[in-house]
């Protein structure tokens, strides 16, 4: 059972603002999770589905892309024939 002190340790780890009046709420909803994977863990399974699978992917067809300075022509920064993004970090 997740207590409201587990539930603001969760929360403070993936940085996620909880206000004190909604740890009741949140720890009541991870308790009622909790359970359900409780249930799902009790399933007995032959590991094997019902049904026969079946490959519903279709076959690679080897097409021509675009030439280099095409694709280039529509970005809006290249550097060095490639197209340059925004830093990420």
Not at 29 to 39: G, R, V
Not at 46 to 61: A, H, P
């Amino acid at each position: 059972m997740v207590t409201e002190k587990d539930v603001q340790h969760i929360a403070e780890l993936a940085d996620v603002g909880i206000r004190t009046e909604e740890l009741g709420t949140f720890t009541h909803q991870f308790n009622a999770i909790l359970e359900y994977f409780d249930i799902l863990d009790r399933v007995e399974g032959s590991g094997q589905g019902e049904r026969d699978l079946y490959n519903v992917l279709r076959e690679d067809v080897v097409e021509p892309s675009l030439p280099q300075d095409e694709v280039l022509r529509n970005a809006p920064h290249t550097e060095d024939g490639f197209i340059k993004a925004p830093r990420v970090m």
